[in-house]
């Protein structure tokens, strides 16, 4: 199994930026994306980027397309989701995940992240993001 910690959440002011970081650890035979994902409360959990690791392709949800991105680091086996121009309704408890997909090219053509691809996750770091 894969292990997944989080970190780099906090409190912050709508407009500046923070960067998240998911250390990666255990056994990754059967990774081959990693995924952001976030959940407010009261409102369903939504991808919001995921990275293909093999050949580093990314996939950005509308929301945050050109706000955020998302990068590995596979000599320190990390995982950033690097945020820009946070807003408050960017404000969530925000995941990591490794999963496994066919292709990019598939979750392109669902408009969206596979939720039940991903198969370990992380515990969560919370972002918030006040006006």
């Known amino acids: 199994q894969v292990q997944l910690v989080e970190s780099g959440g906090g409190s912050v002011q709508a407009g500046v930026s923070l960067r998240l970081s998911c250390a990666v650890s255990?056994?990754?035979?059967?990774?081959?994306?990693m995924g952001w994902f976030r959940q407010a409360p009261g409102k369903e959990r939504e991808g919001v980027a995921m990275?293909?690791?093999?050949?580093?392709?990314?996939y950005y949800a509308d929301s945050v397309k050109g706000r955020f991105t998302i990068s590995q680091d596979n000599a320190k086996n990390t995982v950033y989701l690097h945020m820009d121009s946070l807003k408050p309704e960017d404000t969530a408890m925000y995941y990591c995940?490794?999963?496994?997909?066919?292709?990019?090219?598939?979750?392109?053509?669902?408009?969206?992240?596979?939720?039940?691809?991903?198969?370990?996750w992380g515990q969560g770091t919370q972002v918030t993001v006040s006006s």
């Open positions: 255990g056994y990754t035979y059967s990774v081959n994306c």
């Open positions: 990275i293909y690791t093999g050949d580093g392709s990314t």
């Open positions: 995940a490794a999963g496994l997909i066919l292709s990019m090219t598939a979750v392109q053509g669902l408009g969206g992240m596979p939720l039940e691809d991903f198969h370990d």
